[in-house]
């Protein structure tokens, strides 16, 4: 069974750093992409980083490119979403999805995602 637990969540002031985990387990599949959403209340969710494991390609989301760094460590099966500079309308809550093959479809949002894991929450206050 495949699981992903993502943690790191908190609640910190703008211009603060928070860094995102996202621990994956029973999952045997040599190509795949990680992604990292958000889902603030009344927004549907979105896409904010991800990473193929076929390439390394990145994708950021515009609001977040400079601040945001996803990487993922193979030989621990995490990947983690290293958040800088966070601003208020960073707020929301966070989740770790993963897309089987090397499609990358993740960019495209969540309709593309396999499997996810439950939320952590984000609060950035001003």
């Known amino acids: 069974e495949v699981q992903l637990q993502a943690s790191g969540g908190g609640t910190v002031q703008a211009g603060d750093s928070l860094r995102l985990s996202c621990a994956v387990s029973?999952?045997?599949?040599?190509?795949?992409?990680i992604g990292w959403f958000r889902q603030a209340p009344g927004v549907n969710r979105e896409a904010v980083s991800c990473?193929?494991?076929?390439?390394?390609?990145?994708y950021y989301q515009d609001s977040v490119k400079g601040r945001f760094t996803i990487t993922h460590d193979n030989a621990k099966n995490t990947a983690f979403l290293q958040m800088e500079n966070l601003k208020p309308e960073d707020t929301a809550v966070y989740y770790c999805?993963?897309?089987?093959?090397?499609?990358?479809?993740?960019?495209?949002?969540?309709?593309?995602?396999?499997?996810w894991g439950e939320g952590t929450q984000v609060t950035v206050s001003s």
């Open positions: 999805a993963v897309e089987v093959g090397g499609n990358f479809y993740c960019p495209k949002g969540e309709a593309g995602m396999d499997y």
């Open positions: 029973g999952f045997f599949f040599a190509d795949y992409g």
């Open positions: 990473i193929s494991s076929t390439d390394g390609t990145t």
